[in-house]
């Protein structure tokens, strides 16, 4: 009976040690996960470039008094259809009248001075210097009085060409400095609107003067309008942080675009860009225009690197940026994956 109950004590402790050995073996042991791959290959590819922004006219301009004073007319209202040469505003005019008039006053005496001085040294009265500091006394009456006139001229605002009025910054009675903007006014009579958009600094560079572009507004549902881009920044726009680019519209419907309506273009630059197009199903989670996604070099380890996403559309993603290292692009199997992960490659043995 002993020797019975020994015989079963020793065959469960070497049971017991098998499993702890087998235990052991499998913890040891790393998985090995299959994944499916496709070679990568950088093409050449004419990428489009999708930006927003707002109509305006490439000549809005604000108009403003020469000099400071009191507002005495504002003739139009915000929104109202200006002629070139049309009367827009006036200051009250008592002050700058009564300096026009006093320089007038003062070109007549320096003249009477003048011809006094003359005479006098014709008769050998006055001297020379006399005779030349009335003339200089009577230039500078001249441009004086050359100067009141023109501040007379610019106390008033006229329309500079036809259009629109944008915004009125002043109104009747109120006291403004020389410079102070009383009214902006663009061109929109000549039908010269442009689309103003950030862009990237990625795409600024991708974007040449001339390219095409697609513009399409809410305000005309269905419609879309040719345009190319004008204009590009040489500097970043410190308020939105982007760079800012002019697209031109070639022939804009009348009467249907204002100043500050939403526009979004499809621009279609004429340089190609090298880049990736990979599978949707193989990228990770990511934002901001990047990604993630598991690549190998040795069909044996699976790394994860970060990757730059231009657009997804059609299935594919556009990758400009991540893989020039990479060999392989794991398309099957990545949610399975951790970096380092030890991979085989279906189909190979």
């Known amino acids: 009976?002993?020797?019975?109950?020994?015989?079963?004590?020793?065959?469960?402790?070497?049971?017991?040690?098998?499993?702890?050995?087998?235990?052991?073996?499998?913890t040891n042991s790393e998985e090995i996960i299959p994944v499916e791959t496709i070679t990568l290959q950088q093409d050449s590819i004419h990428q489009s470039i999708y930006a927003a922004g707002q109509f305006t006219t490439d000549d809005e301009t604000n108009l403003a008094f020469k000099n400071g004073g009191v507002v005495n007319r504002i003739y139009v209202k915000e929104g109202d259809a200006i002629r070139k040469g049309q009367l827009l505003a006036t200051l009250n005019l008592t002050e700058i009248n009564a300096m026009a008039e006093q320089a007038s006053l003062a070109l007549q005496k320096a003249q009477r001075d003048f011809e006094r001085?003359?005479?006098?040294?014709?008769?050998?009265?006055?001297?020379?210097?006399?005779?030349?500091?009335?003339?200089?006394a009577l230039?500078?009456?001249?441009?004086?009085?050359?100067?009141?006139?023109?501040?007379?001229?610019f106390s008033e605002i006229?329309?500079?060409?036809?259009?629109?009025?944008?915004?009125?910054?002043?109104?009747?009675?109120?006291?403004v400095g020389p410079g102070t903007p009383i009214l902006q006014v663009n061109g929109a009579g000549q039908a010269n609107w442009i689309l103003k958009a950030g862009v990237s600094d990625y795409q600024?560079?991708?974007?040449?003067?001339?390219?095409?572009?697609?513009?399409?507004?809410?305000a005309l549902p269905g419609q879309s309008m040719i345009a190319f881009v004008n204009k590009k920044s040489e500097g970043i726009d410190p308020v939105s942080g982007t760079f800012i680019i002019q697209?031109?519209?070639?022939?804009?419907?009348?009467?249907?675009?204002?100043?500050?309506?939403?526009g979004k273009a499809t621009i279609?630059?004429?340089?190609?860009?090298?880049?990736?197009?990979?599978?949707?199903?193989?990228?990770?989670?990511?934002?901001?225009?990047?990604?993630?996604?598991?690549?190998?070099?040795?069909?044996?380890?699976a790394h994860k690197v970060k990757v730059q996403v231009d657009k997804i559309e059609n299935g594919q993603v556009v990758v400009s940026g991540g893989l020039e290292n990479a060999k392989a692009l794991i398309v099957s199997g990545s949610a399975y994956l951790n970096e380092g992960s030890k991979v085989k490659v279906k189909g190979r043995e």
């Open 1 to 26: 009976m002993n020797k019975i109950l020994l015989t079963a004590i020793t065959a469960s402790f070497v049971v017991l040690i098998s499993c702890k050995q087998a235990k052991k073996i499998e």
């Open 204 to 218: 600024w560079a991708a974007i040449k003067t001339g390219d095409k572009a697609v513009i399409t507004t809410d």
């Open 158 to 175: 006229r329309a500079t060409r036809n259009g629109f009025v944008l915004h009125k910054f002043a109104n009747e009675g109120q006291i």
């Open 247 to 262: 697209l031109q519209l070639n022939n804009p419907p009348a009467g249907k675009i204002a100043s500050g309506l939403f």
């Open 139 to 153: 230039d500078v009456a001249r441009q004086q009085y050359n100067s009141a006139g023109f501040n007379q001229t």
């Open 117 to 136: 001085a003359s005479n006098l040294y014709k008769d050998s009265v006055a001297t020379l210097e006399q005779m030349q500091n009335a003339k200089t």
């Open 268 to 301: 279609n630059p004429s340089q190609t860009t090298k880049a990736w197009a990979i599978p949707y199903d193989a990228l990770l989670d990511g934002d901001a225009g990047n990604g993630y996604v598991f690549i190998t070099n040795d069909n044996t380890t």
